[in-house]
């Protein structure tokens, strides 16, 4: 499990590539990821293509991180699992987060 975190200033992106499972032991690294970068990004990706778990904390996480940030920036979440992406859709986060 772990997160890494990749900036393009020239876009105003945020990449946020989740690994293994995304579950309340990546709350504070989850937070940081998108907390403490020192600007607001236009987009933040959550590349969620190698995360093999997802639970209920992380729907709370990616809420969350949706409240936190500049309402004008998008949130997508990307690469997601047919499982994963059903529970996203089962949530109706696809009316909060643009999901691919």
Not at 16 to 45: C, P
Not at 66 to 80: F, M, Q, T
Request: net charge negative.
């Amino acid at each position: 499990m772990s997160i890494s975190v990749h900036t393009n200033d020239s876009v105003e992106t945020v990449t946020i590539t989740i690994v293994g499972s995304f579950d309340f032991s990546l709350f504070n690294e989850f937070r940081d990821a998108y907390s403490n970068l020192g600007k607001v990004y236009k987009g933040y990706i959550i590349d969620m293509s190698m995360v093999e778990y997802l639970d209920s904390a992380a729907l709370g996480m990616l809420l969350s991180m949706r409240n936190s940030i500049d309402a004008e920036s998008s949130i997508e979440l990307k690469g997601a699992n047919d499982f994963i992406k059903n529970i996203l859709m089962i949530s109706r986060f696809d009316k909060r987060f643009d999901i691919h």
